[in-house]
């Protein structure tokens, strides 16, 4: 497809499952950003990478967190040992690259649901 | 915690009217993007601005960014119930290609 895609839509795991989600750029976008977004709030920034290079991951709301991109293009944002407040919709954004012209594309974004 | 602080948080209109949503930072912006979100959906671009006193127009929705390049207005004329949704901003606010969001703008139009 044309957008970003993310998977799977919605998860519902278990307190203390380890999930894993998952981000599919539009091709040839340099950076990609993941943010979480909690029922009526704004997304909030947790990590971006420049190709596979993870250049800021300080939102990161612990080390339960975990972002890889090994090779540039697909992503996978992990959580370990789900907890209810990471209940959110984790939202992945590709760009062009480092050019201020160029602004993210969003994917729909994975709803997560930790009982 | 936002860095940007969107206003108000939440809009109720009549159809037809217009109306203003704000975005303010306490730091320079370094691109400035509005983007609108449905429910149970991805952001959707609308428009990016960079320079000082800059402004976009696209149909009915304008955008403007201050000459400090510290606040943003939306505005849109003639609202119709297409333009519900929740309207965010998103800036480079330390020059380092993290967009960073407000809490958003929950507008909702009336027929």
């Known amino acids: ?115 | 915690s936002q860095e940007l602080e969107q206003s108000p948080q939440s809009l109720i209109v009549q159809e037809g009217k217009n109306l203003t949503i704000n975005c303010t930072s306490s730091k320079t912006l370094y691109g400035l993007y509005w983007y609108k979100q449905k429910y149970g959906e991805g952001l959707i671009f609308l428009m990016m601005l960079q320079k000082g006193g800059e402004e976009k127009s696209h149909e009915k929705i304008t955008a403007k960014l201050d000459e400090k390049k510290q606040q943003s207005s939306l505005h849109i004329t003639a609202s119709q119930p297409s333009h519900a949704g929740i309207y965010l901003c998103g800036a480079d606010i330390w020059y380092n290609n993290d967009m960073r969001f407000g809490a958003g703008t929950r507008l909702t139009v009336k027929p």
């Open chain 1, 1 to 115: 497809g044309a957008g970003v895609s993310q998977s799977p839509r919605y998860k519902v795991a278990k307190r203390g499952q380890d999930v894993a989600l998952r981000c599919d750029p539009i091709s040839g976008h340099v950076s990609l950003f993941w943010y979480q977004q909690a029922l009526g709030q704004g997304p909030e920034f947790l990590t971006y990478f420049q190709n596979e290079a993870q250049l800021d991951k300080s939102g990161l709301p612990s080390d339960r967190f975990f972002a890889e991109r090994p090779e540039g293009s697909v992503s996978t944002l992990k959580i370990q040992r789900t907890q209810q407040e990471d209940s959110a919709v984790y939202l992945c954004a590709s760009s062009w690259g480092s050019g201020k012209s160029w602004w993210p594309f969003f994917g729909p974004g994975t709803r997560l649901t930790v009982l």
